[in-house]
């Protein structure tokens, strides 16, 4: 997710994906699966789509080709002006991005910021038709520690945001807010800080602004690290999902047999709920060919 010069998670992890690491070798060696070049989407019960950051510095173009070769129909948070691009290959962009989650709506000092970026996206999404743009909490700063601090965030939240859910409703756009996991601090695979650190504190404030167009995006890998029963709050909650993120845990790599998320049994529960929106593929491949991994990730999840 990289919009600005401010911090966020798209940025700080551009390079990541091509550089790896000893452990990502590892991993891949461990890992890589036999690849059928010819496979595609064929159950299509799953809206699949892939995040184009954690590919990088794989182009957008490629990317999109690859994506649309397996059947996926989306590369999101990407750029507006690489939006022409997804069409050409018969994509669209499932979710938009905005602000970073470094400065977000939970400090008065950042809604001027917040409100420009969520504008802009929100314009630019309506016009195209992309469905969602993304949003974040912030990180917790001097806000005071435990309730009271949750307290402050959750109300300088809701009173920031509702600077541009008219919009929102008028656009017909749904505004993300995304739960990230506030314990893992490698290689910005993790967010400590970040206050919206569970899926009831996201939950707590869509109840609060009572819009249709303030919903939760659901990050699998995410939940898992911070509370697990995955399966149970997908039920729980479906009402309130408007997006949905994959990853390996732990390591945030491809959804293989290395790591522990039974994406095959969430997947079908994701489809048993009724969901119909997208699910964003948001690994940082490290087998040789990422668009293999990215096959077989899909592969996983077409259930």
Request: proline share 4%; with cysteine; charged share 25%.
């Amino acid at each position: 997710m990289s919009h600005t010069h401010h911090i966020d998670r798209r940025s700080m992890i551009a390079g990541l994906a091509a550089a790896g690491t000893a452990a990502a070798v590892s991993h891949s060696q461990a890992a890589e699966q036999p690849d059928d070049p010819t496979w595609k989407v064929t159950k299509g019960r799953i809206n699949q789509s892939v995040v184009h950051w954690c590919f990088k510095p794989m182009p957008v173009e490629d990317l999109a080709r690859g994506a649309a070769a397996i059947g996926l129909k989306s590369v999101e948070l990407v750029a507006a002006s690489d939006w022409p691009v997804l069409k050409q290959h018969g994509l669209t962009c499932a979710i938009a991005s905005s602000h970073g989650f470094v400065k977000g709506w939970n400090d008065k000092a950042n809604w001027d910021f917040c409100a420009e970026k969520i504008t802009a996206a929100v314009s630019a999404a309506a016009e195209f038709g992309c469905p969602s743009v993304i949003t974040f909490s912030g990180m917790r700063g001097e806000l005071p520690a435990g309730a009271e601090g949750d307290e402050i965030g959750k109300r300088n939240f809701i009173e920031g945001i509702k600077r541009v859910l008219p919009l929102a409703e008028q656009k017909k756009v749904t505004l993300a807010l995304e739960m990230l996991n506030s314990r893992v601090d490698v290689e910005m695979k993790g967010h400590p800080g970040y206050q919206c650190d569970s899926i009831e504190w996201a939950v707590d404030v869509v109840d609060r602004v009572g819009s249709d167009r303030l919903k939760i995006l659901f990050d699998i890998y995410h939940v898992q690290i911070m509370q697990g029963d995955v399966i149970t709050r997908l039920k729980q909650f479906k009402d309130y999902i408007a997006h949905i993120h994959t990853a390996g845990n732990p390591g945030r790599n491809e959804i293989d047999d290395t790591q522990e998320i039974n994406y095959p049994g969430i997947m079908r529960a994701v489809a048993e709920i009724g969901y119909k929106g997208f699910v964003g593929q948001e690994f940082i491949p490290t087998w040789k060919d990422p668009i293999a991994a990215l096959r077989h990730a899909a592969k996983v999840c077409d259930v």
